[in-house]
C-alpha cells in the first residue's frame, strides 16, 4: 500500500481534489453499490449563503415574504450567537440534483457531503415512489422561478400589503394545503396562463352578438334541498385540501389571488413526500455515506486521519440522546435511519434465529443493497417502521411507549422491550411517523355558494385532540378574510359523531 | 457531474425579505429604539441593537392539537428502569411529556430576539425624530488658518528676505553684466603697484586706464541690486479643524425631571451625530449645574440627583475654565448645549449675561439654548426672556423651546437652518 492511491492529502481542498474525490465517490456509489441518481451538480456556497439558503426553507430561489426574513434573522442570531453549528450541505430534490457545500468545509467533509448528499439523497429521491408521484424533479427549479417572479410582479401591480395578506393568509392555510391522493400529473405552472390567454383570445376572436338574444332556457326550478346537493357535487364537496378550495372557489378572490394559493399549495405539496420520508430519507444518505467512506478507506484512498475526522461528525449525527437527557429533543430520524439499515443489512446477511422467525422473506438473502433498495423505492416512514423495525433494534435503543389520557394526571408506561411489547412499540413508533395521524383531519364540508355564502370547514376529532383555540380562530380569521364570508369549523368526533366545539368567525373588509 | 463556485454570487439574498420583516414588526422595533435611546451613551448612536419581539406577534398560526389534550401515545428512546405498567406522574404544566416529547412541531420560543443593523438603528432613530434628510444641511463650520509657505516675492519686509535667493540672482546678474571680480581689481592692483616699482611709466598709464574703467564698471553695475532681492512668501490657507469639543451644560436642579433631562438627552445625540458627521474626532464635556458646577461623567449627568438652587453662570464659568485648560480655541471647534427648565436666581441674571456676551459666545461656533418643559405653553421663563435680548445680536446664538421628542428634530432643524 502507498500514498498513491491517496485521493487527496491533508483538509484543504480545491477544485480539483473536488473533482477527484467526486469521481472515487461515484465509482463505489455507481459501481459497487448500484445506486440510480440524477445527475449532479455541487454547487460551492459561503457560509453567508448557506444562511440565506436555510432562509428560504432550503430553496435556491423563493418568493419574497416577511416570515423567511424573520427565518433568516433568527438563524443569523443563533449562528453569531455560536448556539448553532451550519449544516454542511443542502440538497435539493430537482433534476440535475443541487447539492450546496459548504467552502469551510475540510476535504474529509466535503467528501463525505458528495457521499451523503449527491449520492444518498439523490438516490433516495429519484427512487422513492412518494417523491415520484408527488413531486417532479424536473419542473422544481422552473416553478420556483415562476413563483419568485409572479409574487414580484404581483406586489409591484397590487402593492406588498395585498400581497402579503394572501401569502399570509395561504402559509397559515399550508397544512391544509395537501392533496393526499396522487395527483394527476399537472401541467407546468407558467402553462396555466398561457391556456387562459388562448382561452381569451378565442373567446374574443368568436364573439358573435346575436347569441346575447337567444331566449333563456326555461331554468328546472329545484327545490332548495336539490340545490344543495348539486352545489356540492359542483364543488366536490367533501374536500379536504382547503387551500386549493379557497383558491378555486373563493367567490371574492381576483385572479391573482388565486394564483398565489395555488403556488403556496405547490410548494406545501412539494415538501409533503419530505415529510413522510424524513426519517428513511435522512438514513438512506447516512447509510449510503458510512458504506462510501469506509469502502474509500479499505481501498486506501483516503488515510487514516480523514478516516477518523469522519467518525467524528458521523457518530455525532447519529447519536441518539436518552428520553431523559436534557438535551433530548425527539428521535434522532439519523439515528434511526441508520440503525434500521444497517439491521436489515445484517438481518439479510447474518440472520439469527429471531431474525428469521419476524423477517423470513429477507433473512439471509444475501442481498441486504437489494433489499434496502427496494426500501428505499416503495417504503414510507410509517410503512418502513411497521416492517422493518426488529425486536432487537428495540432492545438496542431500549424503546418504550407512553401513553397519555387526556384527562389523567398520569402518563402510564404502555410496553418496553420485551416478547410482548415489541409489536406494540413497532405500531406506535409507526404510527407516530404518520403524518396523517399527527396532523389535523380538517375537511370543507359545506359551502352556500348563493345563499348566506357561509363556509364550513370540519375536524374530525380523533383520540379527543382537539385543535389549540387561539391559533384555530387565527387561522380562520384568515380562511374567512380568503373566502370573503362568514366560516364556521366545527370539530365533531369521530366515532360519536357529537360536536365537541364550534368555531364562527365573520371576515373583516 | 459540474462543480459551480457559487461564493462570487450576490450575498444577502434575504434583504428583501428582511426588510419586509422589519416593515412588519416596526411597531416593537420602534420600542426597542426608544429604549436604546434611553440606555445609550451619547456618543454611541452609531453602533447595531438588539430587538426582541414577542414570539406571538410574529408567529404563523396554523391548525394544530392543543398540547396536552386527547390521548397520545408516543415511543421514547433509553428505557432504563420502567416496566410495563408503570405510571409517571405529569410534569405540572401540562405541555409535552416527559422531556418535550410528542409535539415535534412546537416550537417553543418566548420571544425572538435579533439585531437591528446600524443602518437600520439611525434609520428608525431619525424617523421617531421625524428628521427628513439630515445630510443636506452643513454646518458652517469657522477653520482656523495656517501660514505656508508659497514660493519668493519679490517685496516684502525685511526680516523675509531670503538671503540665498538673493545672491543668487545677484550672481546671475553680474555674471550676465560682466560685472568685474573684487580679485581681477586686487590683480590690477598688484600689477600697477609692481609697475610702479618697476617705474614702467606706459605699463602703469595702461593699468590706471583699466583700473579706472574697471571701477566705472563696478560702481554701474551694482553688487546688490534691488531687483535682485527676493523675498520668502507665505500664503494663508484655512485649515479646517478637525476636531470639536461638544459641552453639554444642564440644569440638574430637582425641578429638572426624568423626562426633562431625557428630551435634552435626545437633543444631545442629535447633535453629537451631527458633529461626527462634520469632524474626525468629537469630545463630550458634561457640566451639570445647579448653584455649583462641576465637570461629570456622562451617567451622573443623566441619571444623578441634586438639589438646590439654579446659578447658570457657575455652568458657563466652569465652562470657560475648561476650555482655557484643555480645549484651546485655536485647535478646537466649540459646540455648547444647554438645557435647562428657564429657572435662574434673579441675581445671577446680570452675570450669566455678562459671561455668555463677552467670554462664551466669542469662542463658540454655536450655542443652543434648549428649553424643556413637560407642559406645552407654560409663559416665558426667566432665562427665556433675559436671552432674547442676545438672540438678534449673535446669529450663531439660538434657542428653542421643546415639550415632546418628535419636536426636537423640527427645533433641531430650525436652530442649524439659522445659523
Keep these: ?509 | 457531474m459540474h462543480v459551480i463556485d457559487r461564493r462570487q454570487n450576490p450575498k444577502s439574498k434575504s434583504l428583501g425579505n428582511r426588510g419586509r420583516f422589519v416593515r412588519r414588526v416596526k411597531s416593537h422595533i420602534r420600542k426597542a429604539v426608544g429604549e436604546a435611546i434611553r440606555n445609550r451613551k451619547v456618543a454611541d448612536l452609531d453602533s447595531s441593537e438588539k430587538v426582541s419581539v414577542s414570539s406571538s406577534d410574529v408567529s404563523e398560526p396554523n391548525f394544530h392539537f392543543q398540547p396536552g389534550t386527547g390521548d397520545r401515545e408516543f415511543v421514547l428512546p433509553g428505557n432504563q428502569s420502567y416496566q410495563r405498567g408503570d405510571r409517571i406522574r405529569k410534569p405540572r404544566s401540562g405541555a409535552g411529556g416527559i422531556g418535550a416529547s410528542g409535539s415535534a412541531d412546537g416550537e417553543g420560543e418566548d420571544s425572538f430576539v435579533f439585531m437591528l443593523s446600524r443602518e437600520e438603528f439611525l434609520e428608525l432613530f431619525f424617523e421617531d425624530l421625524e428628521l427628513p434628510n439630515l445630510a443636506k444641511k452643513k454646518l458652517k463650520s469657522l477653520a482656523s488658518s495656517v501660514r505656508t509657505r508659497a514660493g519668493f516675492a519679490s517685496d516684502g519686509a525685511p526680516q523675509r528676505l531670503n538671503l540665498k535667493q538673493t545672491m543668487r540672482r545677484s550672481l546671475s546678474r553680474r555674471i550676465a553684466l560682466r560685472r568685474p571680480k573684487q580679485i581681477e581689481l586686487q590683480s590690477l592692483l598688484d600689477q600697477i603697484e609692481q609697475a610702479r616699482t618697476d617705474q614702467n611709466e606706459a605699463e602703469i598709464q595702461r593699468l590706471a586706464d583699466e583700473i579706472e574703467l574697471m571701477k566705472r564698471r563696478m560702481r554701474s553695475v551694482a553688487y546688490l541690486d534691488t531687483v535682485d532681492l527676493r523675498y520668502n512668501r507665505f500664503d494663508v490657507t484655512p485649515k479646517p479643524t478637525t476636531q470639536a469639543v461638544m459641552f453639554c451644560l444642564m440644569d440638574t436642579s430637582a425641578s429638572m425631571t426624568e423626562d426633562l433631562k431625557e428630551l435634552a438627552k435626545r437633543f444631545y445625540m442629535l447633535l453629537h451625530l451631527f458633529l461626527v458627521r462634520h469632524y474626525q474626532a468629537v469630545e463630550l464635556v458634561f457640566i451639570r449645574h445647579t448653584y455649583t458646577a462641576s465637570e461629570v461623567d456622562e451617567d451622573t449627568f443623566f441619571h444623578g440627583r441634586e438639589t438646590g438652587g439654579t446659578i447658570v453662570s457657575s455652568a458657563l464659568e466652569e465652562m470657560a475654565t475648561i476650555v482655557k485648560n484643555r480645549y484651546p480655541v485655536a485647535d478646537w471647534n466649540i459646540y455648547a448645549a444647554q438645557a435647562s427648565d428657564g429657572h435662574n436666581f434673579d441675581h445671577d441674571m446680570p452675570r450669566t449675561l455678562t459671561l455668555l456676551e463677552k467670554t462664551i459666545l466669542p469662542i463658540c461656533q454655536y450655542y443652543a439654548y434648549i428649553e424643556v418643559n413637560g407642559e406645552v405653553t407654560s409663559g416665558e421663563s426667566l432665562l427665556w426672556d433675559e436671552y432674547s435680548s442676545l438672540v438678534d445680536r449673535y446669529p450663531h446664538f439660538a434657542r428653542a423651546q421643546v415639550s415632546e421628542p418628535s419636536a426636537i428634530y423640527p427645533v433641531f432643524r430650525k436652530l442649524f437652518a439659522a445659523t
Design chain 1, 1 to 509: 500500500m502507498t500514498d498513491s492511491n491517496l485521493i487527496y492529502h491533508g483538509s484543504e481542498w480545491d477544485f480539483n481534489t473536488l473533482g477527484r474525490v467526486y469521481d472515487a465517490v461515484e465509482s463505489i456509489a455507481i459501481g459497487e453499490l448500484g445506486l440510480d441518481v440524477y445527475p449532479n451538480q455541487i454547487e460551492v456556497i459561503t457560509s453567508e449563503q448557506m444562511l440565506d439558503a436555510y432562509a428560504s426553507v432550503g430553496m435556491p430561489m423563493m418568493y419574497s415574504h416577511w416570515s423567511f426574513g424573520k427565518h433568516f434573522a433568527r438563524e443569523e442570531l443563533l449562528y453569531r450567537k455560536g448556539a448553532t453549528a451550519l449544516a454542511y450541505e443542502l440538497v435539493i430534490n430537482s433534476n440535475p440534483c443541487v447539492s450546496y457545500v459548504m467552502e469551510e468545509n475540510t476535504v474529509t467533509m466535503q467528501t463525505l457531503v458528495i457521499a451523503h448528499a449527491a449520492f444518498g439523497h439523490n438516490h433516495f429521491f429519484k427512487n422513492n415512489h412518494l417523491f415520484r408521484q408527488w413531486t417532479r424533479a424536473d419542473r422544481v427549479l422552473d416553478d420556483l422561478a415562476y413563483a419568485k417572479q409572479f409574487v414580484a410582479k404581483c406586489e409591484e401591480s397590487h402593492g406588498l400589503h395585498a400581497v402579503e395578506s394572501v401569502l399570509d393568509a395561504a402559509h397559515a392555510l399550508m397544512g391544509c394545503g395537501i392533496s393526499r391522493y396522487a395527483p394527476k400529473r399537472s401541467a407546468r405552472a407558467s402553462d396555466g396562463e398561457a391556456k387562459a390567454e388562448a382561452r381569451r383570445s378565442h373567446a374574443e376572436a368568436t364573439y358573435n352578438d346575436l347569441y346575447r338574444t337567444l331566449p333563456a332556457r326555461p331554468s328546472t326550478a329545484s327545490p332548495d334541498a336539490g340545490r344543495v346537493e348539486a352545489d356540492h357535487n359542483a364543488l366536490r364537496l367533501p374536500q379536504e385540501n382547503v387551500l386549493m378550495f379557497l383558491a378555486e372557489h373563493a367567490p371574492k378572490l381576483m385572479e391573482w389571488q388565486r394564483e398565489l394559493l395555488r403556488i403556496v399549495h405547490r410548494s406545501a405539496q412539494y415538501f409533503y413526500p419530505q415529510r413522510q420520508t424524513k426519517m428513511m430519507n435522512e438514513g438512506c444518505a447516512t447509510f449510503v455515506h458510512y458504506q462510501i467512506m469506509n469502502r474509500l478507506y479499505d481501498t486506501h484512498q483516503i488515510d487514516d486521519g480523514s478516516m477518523l475526522e469522519f467518525l467524528h461528525s458521523h457518530s455525532s449525527v447519529v447519536r441518539q440522546l436518552n428520553f431523559d437527557d436534557r438535551r433530548y429533543s425527539g428521535l434522532n430520524p439519523y439515528a434511526i435511519g441508520f440503525a434500521m439499515m444497517q439491521d436489515i443489512q445484517r438481518i439479510c446477511e447474518q440472520p439469527d434465529k429471531e431474525d428469521r422467525d419476524w423477517f423470513p422473506e429477507i433473512a439471509g438473502n444475501g442481498d441486504a443493497m437489494g433489499t434496502l433498495k427496494q426500501a428505499w423505492a416503495e417504503y414510507r416512514d410509517e410503512s418502513f417502521v411497521l416492517q422493518f423495525l426488529s425486536p432487537r433494534l428495540i432492545r438496542q435503543m431500549h424503546l418504550f411507549t407512553v401513553g397519555d389520557r387526556g384527562d389523567s394526571s398520569f402518563m402510564s408506561v404502555d410496553a418496553i422491550h420485551d416478547e410482548s411489547g415489541y409489536r406494540d412499540i413497532r405500531r406506535c413508533l409507526a404510527s407516530q411517523y404518520d403524518s396523517s395521524k399527527n396532523d389535523p383531519d380538517i375537511e370543507v364540508t359545506e359551502a352556500d355558494l348563493s345563499g348566506s355564502r357561509r363556509l364550513v370547514l370540519t375536524h374530525r376529532v380523533r383520540g379527543r385532540r382537539v385543535l389549540a383555540k387561539d391559533e384555530c380562530n387565527r387561522v380562520l380569521c384568515h380562511v374567512a378574510n380568503l373566502w370573503g364570508y362568514r366560516v364556521r369549523l366545527v370539530e365533531t368526533d369521530a366515532e360519536t359523531g357529537a360536536t365537541l366545539n364550534e368555531y364562527d368567525v365573520v371576515a373583516i373588509p
